[in-house]
């Protein structure tokens, strides 16, 4: 938040607020950009079954041109003998480990360049070093990574080769003038990151500071069109377009692009790097506090880590807004899938997933608990902090109460039934709705305690802020137990769907409003009691670390939810997965190798901060002295 | 080098956490391995064999939506708010204003429906801002439900055999459907005996059945005779006229009747997903005996 007030106060949300503007435009224009030859035609949402039948099946439709019909081959029909093996290693769970590998890693090297643009430019406005430093030493880290990153992709590649040869012929078939996009804006981002790195310092006054700004910028728009291309595959696995109902591609990539899920699925990825990414640079920051001596560095470390896990923040709280988006949309494509999404085959997944996102709010709002310790402030809000911690505890157990139990014959008898009679009914959408959007609100009011905790307002309508504040939250709580209990449980199925929007409406209202309140509440604020950074407990560093963790595994986890969905099909319905490992595997099997993945992606990331060290001191040293 | 090894630690101890939870406390529900398509013998079939086909196919893959429940889409075989069941009202469909399709009769309108499912869209069920132009509803006849032709007669005939009018479809002739050329993973071996198929799908977790002593869903030791019984009941809402047919509804669909004194809701309903057709026609004759 105060990164925000920077922004606000030094004019910067001017130039700030256009530059954001062009980026997003840029984001969501593609969609609607049309270029002759690259986009033969305009964009239309049907799916490719129906696209098939309306060409094929009705008499009067308009016929494909014949020589179309001869340069694209329909999907391949495999057997399981067309998969290659290999004695010692798994093909799939290859795939699997190395894609998620690379997928981490990725998101990890793109979310940086976003919020280190962001901190450098609020260090220009400032002019305050210690936004300039901090973003160096993220990027710093970055680009270690980056390298990591480049390699787990190769080996990703060379994995699918191998092991899926016929998928990975099929996919380049359709793809192949994205794929050969992509290697060259690999070279783009490579060239724009080692600028932006190796040039901090040469170009670190004057017009070579806005030189070097733009290249941050450049670096960005890159490698979230890179983002957009790889979701853009990923997504067509799930409701490919621009195919016959056989898989035969129609010519026209810019439909396999722009399928269905393509925007939702750049939103949720946009928007989840970003938290993920914050999470790693809190548990690098979190790694430093605690091998520093110093004070000096202690205090700096803190700070680094508080300004993560506030990007970390951000980028949670909305998080939820865009998956809902996302199973909206796949439910609109194929309520087959949405089904087994939320109510089959995977169900017992979003249990584990529940149990993750409880971690990452009571973690984050645990460290920002600890961090009232850093100003004598405090004081006044700390009596809250346990009311805050039942809510969220309470919200938690709703949120992962399981609806149909899997019992015992004993237990089922004593039980009545599989379902438990009142716990029963928190095991549906509307318990789970309600819980999740006031978890929001109290891990909101948190951080809005935490912000003020070394503050005084000085307006003279302080005390009517305060309590038009208080009426906010209030009425958002109350809005959505109503929207969840009523309009859950009372009426029908339509209803219940649509007030989830009402429950995501008071959140969003929540969030924006008291913001905007506080903002203008604190402007000129005076100090209640010095802020001492560096003085946190390090079990609060530890915090830090299980929200890196936990979020690593949260999108190990999606991740395969995602792909999973797919069930026998490498391409949803026109595609089929033959290989003997088309099964959709057990959640126990699935945490197996979720956690192998994470265990390999916490050793790769913590042996980075280790080497980041060996610059870090002599650094450091040559700042203070 | 201290807090590297601690920092380690302490993050294996966190994925363990994880780990442990989904693999222990979290019920290891296994999926049912990807289907594999069965082969027809058509030409052995009975028209009362073809309209149980139907029956298993809309209960297998239609019911997902078209079910009382969710009000995600029309209902086919019961009667309701929109209007008699799909057998009876396909005909009124072909003469509504806003049709567009081809069909001049009951049986084209509910084949092209499976085919192009945005000939007609029953009010209130459309995609949400096309105004009831555009139907939620995926082809069947191709993509990841692919039924067959066959199949889809099956269907109609079961259609129209449930709203109680002539059934138009013939059994189609000819060569037996191929069976898919799709290799797939191995599916799970059919059960070869009643023991087998008890032991493969838990019925004896529940029930009294084939050496099970399952204490807490009904005793079907002698569910030949019961069934008669119950079909009798006041309080029967099913369809069925025989043993046979009584255990057929009870697997697929058990709540169509709920045996006194058992609570609602404890059969899953799932199972006509998941038995194969041979071991469904072994166990059914089995328990159609146990008398």
């Known amino acids: 938040m105060k990164l925000f007030s920077v922004v606000i106060s030094k004019g910067l949300f001017k130039r700030g607020f256009i530059a954001a503007l062009f980026f ?294 909305p998080l939820p807004f865009a998956g809902y988006w996302l199973v909206a949309e796949i439910y609109a494509t194929s309520q087959q899938m949405g089904i087994t999404l939320m109510g089959g085959s995977f169900a017992w997944w979003f249990i584990m997933q529940a149990i993750l996102i409880g971690g990452l709010f009571l973690s984050a709002n645990y460290y920002l608990w600890c961090g009232m310790e850093r100003t004598k402030g405090a004081e006044r809000y700390i009596k809250y902090t346990k009311y805050i911690a039942f809510v969220i505890v309470m919200c938690f157990l709703v949120w992962f109460t399981p609806h149909t139990l899997v019992l015992k014959p004993g237990e089922l008898k004593a039980l009545g039934g599989p379902y438990h009679k009142y716990l029963g009914p928190l095991g549906i959408m509307p318990a789970k709705n309600t819980a999740v959007n006031i978890m929001l609100i109290f891990t909101f009011l948190s951080f809005t305690l935490y912000k003020r905790c070394s503050k005084i307002a000085t307006v003279s309508w302080a005390p009517l802020g305060n309590a038009i504040q208080a009426a906010i939250f209030t009425a958002a709580v109350i809005n959505v137990v109503i929207c969840g209990v009523y309009f859950g449980y009372f009426t029908n199925t339509v209803y219940k769907v649509a007030s989830s929007v009402l429950q995501v409406g008071s959140t969003l209202t929540v969030l924006i409003s008291v913001t905007i309140i506080d903002i203008f509440m604190f402007k000129g604020a005076k100090e209640a009691a010095p802020l001492e950074w560096g003085k946190m407990p390090d079990r609060s560093q530890y915090a830090l670390f299980v929200l890196a963790v936990t979020f690593t595994w949260l999108m190990g986890l999606m991740g395969f939810i995602r792909s999973g969905i797919r069930q026998h099909w490498h391409v949803n319905g026109v595609f089929r997965d033959a290989s003997p490992d088309a099964f959709t595997p057990t959640i126990g099997y699935g945490a197996r190798v979720i956690s192998t993945g994470v265990i390999i992606f916490m050793a790769i990331i913590i042996f980075i901060f280790w080497l980041a060290q060996f610059g870090a001191k002599k650094s450091f040293k040559a700042a203070n002295h | 080098m201290r807090t590297f090894l601690k920092i380690v630690i302490f993050s294996l101890a966190v994925t363990g956490v994880y780990a442990f939870f989904a693999n222990i406390v979290i019920p290891q529900v296994r999926p049912a391995p990807p289907p594999v398509e069965e082969a027809l013998d058509l030409g052995s079939m009975t028209m009362e064999q073809f309209v149980g086909l139907g029956e298993k196919v809309f209960n297998d893959i239609c019911t997902l939506c078209h079910n009382p429940v969710g009000g995600r889409a029309p209902l086919m075989i019961q009667a309701g708010k929109d209007g008699p069941p799909i057998g009876a009202r396909a005909e009124e469909r072909v003469k509504d204003p806003t049709y567009k399709g081809k069909a001049k009769n009951g049986e084209e309108y509910i084949r092209e429906s499976e085919n192009f499912p945005s000939a007609f869209v029953v009010p209130g069920y459309g995609v949400k801002g096309t105004n009831d132009t555009v139907s939620p509803m995926p082809v069947t006849t191709s993509g990841a439900i692919g039924l067959t032709d066959a199949k889809v007669d099956a269907v109609i005939a079961y259609f129209q055999t449930n709203a109680g009018v002539p059934v138009t479809v013939k059994i189609p002739t000819g060569a037996p459907a191929p069976a898919s050329t799709e290799a797939a993973a191995p599916p799970a071996a059919p059960a070869k005996t009643p023991e087998e198929f008890v032991a493969k799908y838990g019925c004896g977790v529940c029930h009294k059945v084939a050496g099970q002593q399952g204490p807490i869903c009904p005793d079907l030791m002698h569910i030949g005779t019961v069934a008669m019984t119950r079909i009798k009941d006041k309080d029967y809402k099913g369809k069925a006229k025989d043993a046979a047919g009584y255990i057929t509804e009870s697997i697929l669909n058990p709540s169509a009747f709920v045996a006194p004194g058992f609570p609602p809701g404890v059969m899953p309903p799932d199972f006509g997903a998941k038995i194969l057709a041979q071991e469904f026609n072994m166990m059914v004759n089995f328990l159609s005996n146990s008398k």
């Open chain 1, 24 to 317: 997003f435009a840029f984001l969501f224009a593609l969609p609607l950009l049309k270029p002759a030859k690259f986009f033969l035609i305009g964009t239309n949402t049907a799916h490719a079954s129906e696209q098939a039948v309306t060409t094929e099946k009705l008499p009067d439709a308009e016929a494909k041109p014949e020589a179309k019909k001869e340069e694209y081959q329909p999907a391949p029909k495999l057997k399981a003998s067309d998969y290659p093996q290999n004695k010692y290693i798994n093909g799939r769970v290859m795939a699997w480990l190395t894609a998620q590998l690379h997928l981490w890693f990725a998101a990890f090297v793109l979310a940086v360049p976003i919020f280190v643009f962001i901190i450098e430019a609020i260090g220009m406005a400032t002019k305050d070093e210690r936004y300039d430093k901090m973003a160096y030493e993220f990027i710093k880290v970055s680009l270690t990574a980056y390298s990591v990153t480049a390699v787990l992709g190769g080996l990703l590649l060379f994995t699918l080769v191998i092991f899926y040869p016929d998928f990975i012929k099929y996919m380049s078939g359709v793809f192949s003038s994205t794929m050969l996009a992509y290697a060259f804006l690999f070279f783009a981002e490579s060239l724009c990151l080692y600028i932006y790195y190796y040039g901090w310092h040469a170009m670190d006054t004057g017009f070579g500071k806005w030189m070097h700004l733009t290249v941050g910028w450049m670096l960005n728009v890159v490698g979230t069109t890179m983002m957009l291309l790889t979701s853009a595959w990923a997504s067509f696995m799930m409701a490919p377009h621009g195919v016959s109902a056989t898989g035969a591609f129609e010519g026209n990539v810019w439909l396999a692009i722009h399928n269905h899920l393509w925007n939702p699925l750049n939103l949720h990825r946009f928007v989840a790097n970003i938290a993920f990414g914050g999470g790693v640079v809190g548990a690098y920051a979190a790694y430093k506090f605690l091998s520093v001596q110093t004070k000096e560095e202690k205090a700096h470390y803190d700070w680094m880590g508080y300004t993560a896990n506030f990007i970390a923040i951000a980028g949670l709280l």
